[in-house]
């Protein structure tokens, strides 16, 4: 027998009772069944229960459905995509998927389960020229003189921007026991360079 869909009117007079009956899978489903003798009934209270979860976690009443199963990765396909991605390191999962004839979606799987991403450009500054190039160098020297002078200039310089600003220190103790606890976790092989 095929598995019967209900609509969301159905889910949500499924609920309706569900909350009427204090809670109780076994009295709604027979709640249900005297109330709407006609309707398809529900097979066991837990189809009540997942529509009732489905609108607390704010998703659709009626679950999605994909229509049928999920499309195979064929090993020639894992081969094009990882030698396109030898050849073309620069390469977007969107630009690939076109390329190759296939969702992007598969082609990102594909790269994670061989422990490879896609290369993504950020820019995160843009330098202008040698008149920046200029200015770092000559702030760069002026960092190295005082650290000469004062071995303890950069940590000074670092902890008391943190110390003024009680929000960014919280986040530096939040991150720090992240971080810690992520090292401990695995066997002390996480390593990451710090950020504020």
């Given at each position: 027998m095929p598995r019967y869909?209900?609509?969301?009117?159905?889910?949500?007079n499924m609920v309706l009772i569900y909350a009427e009956c204090n809670y109780d899978g076994a009295r709604a489903l027979r709640m249900y069944g005297e109330r709407y003798p006609n309707a398809h009934q529900p097979r066991n209270s837990r189809v009540i229960v997942c529509a009732l979860v489905r609108i607390r976690n704010i998703e659709p009443v009626v679950p999605r459905?994909?229509?049928?199963?999920?499309?195979?990765?064929?090993?020639r396909q894992e081969e094009n995509?990882?030698?396109h991605f030898e050849e073309e390191p620069g390469s977007s999962t969107r630009r690939a998927g076109r390329l190759l004839n296939m969702s992007h979606v598969a082609v990102f799987k594909i790269l994670k389960k061989n422990k490879q991403?896609?290369?993504?450009?950020?820019?995160?500054?843009?330098?202008?020229?040698?008149?920046?190039?200029?200015?770092?160098?000559?702030y760069c020297q002026w960092a190295l003189q005082r650290c000469a002078e004062d071995t303890h200039?950069?940590?000074?310089?670092?902890?008391?921007?943190?110390?003024?600003?009680?929000?960014?220190?919280?986040?530096?103790?939040?991150?720090?026991?992240?971080?810690?606890?992520q090292c401990v976790d695995r066997g002390g092989q996480h390593i990451e360079q710090f950020k504020i």
């Open positions: 869909h209900f609509s969301a009117q159905e889910y949500a459905r994909s229509g049928g199963p999920r499309p195979v990765i064929s090993v995509v990882l030698r991403h896609a290369y993504s450009l950020q820019k995160v500054q843009g330098l202008l020229g040698p008149a920046d190039f200029e200015r770092l160098l000559t200039f950069i940590e000074n310089v670092i902890w008391n921007r943190i110390r003024e600003d009680p929000l960014l220190m919280r986040r530096v103790h939040q991150n720090n026991r992240r971080r810690l606890q």
